[in-house]
């Protein structure tokens, strides 16, 4: 495939990357964060896991998923038998909205090109969108995520299961089954790929 026909193509390196993020002013919530939240992992993983945005603690620590919903998400990634270091870890937003609010569109449009470098630098085996926001700001759907979960989609050629988002399951327990039932549906569609 000539270079500019991959839709996975990007025109950043790692560090070139970071710092544009680091720099970046493109929407209105620049001017109310501590730092951007660019993303951490690993940068050859074969899981990449995409949450919604930074809240309070990822705002101050500049790392995403640290808070309590973080520790959630740690224990769904060894549910699938990885460690947090193994999977890469990033957000549909770099930057915390006011209050936690769900990121307008216009904002997740403006972020939009780095969360897609880092998918395209990290070329990952399977994705998890963890979340309505990241489910649907990938899959450029309005679907509810009841209806988005349960079956593997694709992501420029890449298996993307959605699943709860861990902040939901801590408050309501009884979905818990259901996410394991996603990440056992991940973990089977991985294990396909490599037999
Ligand atoms: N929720 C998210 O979606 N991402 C984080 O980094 C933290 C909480």
Not at 125 to 132: K, L, P
Not at 161 to 190: G, M, Q
Request: charged share 25%; with cysteine.
């Amino acid at each position: 495939m000539p270079p500019d026909s991959d839709p996975l193509a990007c025109p950043w390196g790692w560090d070139e990357l970071e710092a544009t993020v680091a720099a970046c002013t493109a929407c209105p919530l620049h001017r109310g964060r501590t730092q951007t939240v660019f993303g951490v992992g690993n940068w050859r993983a074969e899981w990449m896991f995409i949450g919604e945005a930074p809240g309070e603690q990822e705002d101050l620590q500049g790392e995403p998923f640290v808070g309590r919903a973080g520790q959630l998400l740690n224990e769904m990634i060894r549910a699938i038998g990885l460690k947090r270091e193994d999977a890469y870890i990033a957000n549909v937003l770099k930057c915390r909205p006011p209050k936690n609010r769900d990121p307008a569109p216009e904002e997740a449009a403006a972020c939009e090109a780095y969360l897609k470098a880092q998918l395209a630098l990290v070329r990952p085996r399977i994705i998890i969108a963890v979340g309505r926001i990241a489910a649907q700001n990938l899959l450029k759907t309005a679907t509810p995520i009841g209806k988005l979960r349960g079956q593997v989609h694709d992501y420029e050629h890449i298996p993307l299961v959605v699943t709860y988002h861990p902040a939901y399951l801590l408050r309501s327990l009884t979905e818990k089954r259901r996410a394991w039932e996603d990440l056992k549906l991940a973990r089977r569609i991985f294990n396909q790929q490599h037999r």
